[in-house]
């Protein structure tokens, strides 16, 4: 098994920034890579980020890249979403998530077998 906790959600003013942490335990052999999720109000759930565990090979979705930053402290085992020049619509619950896929649909949620429980971000003008 594998558990994921985030942390690092909060309150923002639009232009600012937060970063979140995502700390994986369990079994490394569960999983290939680490995704960052979120879910607004009204909306589905979408794919932000993914990084992979051997190579550190990185993926963003449109609406969040180059401002959104992915990375992992392995000594740690902790992965971090780097959020910068946040917008109102960047407003939502962010999931971390641990799976296995070859990067061609990183953002398919099938992909993932394990979810944290979610942080709150808030981004207002």
């Known amino acids: 098994q594998v558990q994921l906790v985030e942390s690092g959600g909060g309150s923002v003013q639009t232009g600012g920034s937060l970063r979140l942490s995502c700390v994986v335990s369990?079994?490394?052999?569960?999983?290939?890579?680490i995704a960052w999720f979120r879910q607004g109000p009204g909306k589905e759930r979408e794919g932000v980020a993914v990084?992979?565990?051997?190579?550190?090979?990185?993926y963003y979705s449109d609406s969040v890249k180059g401002r959104f930053t992915i990375s992992e402290d392995n000594t740690e085992r902790t992965v971090y979403l780097q959020m910068d020049s946040l917008k109102r619509e960047d407003t939502a619950s962010y999931y971390c998530?641990?799976?296995?896929?070859?990067?061609?649909?990183?953002?398919?949620?099938?992909?993932?077998?394990?979810w944290g429980q979610g942080t709150q971000v808030t981004v207002s003008s």
């Open positions: 990084i992979y565990t051997r190579g550190g090979r990185t």
């Open positions: 998530a641990a799976g296995t896929n070859d990067g061609t649909t990183w953002n398919w949620q099938t992909w993932y077998n394990f």
């Open positions: 369990g079994y490394t052999d569960y999983y290939n890579c």
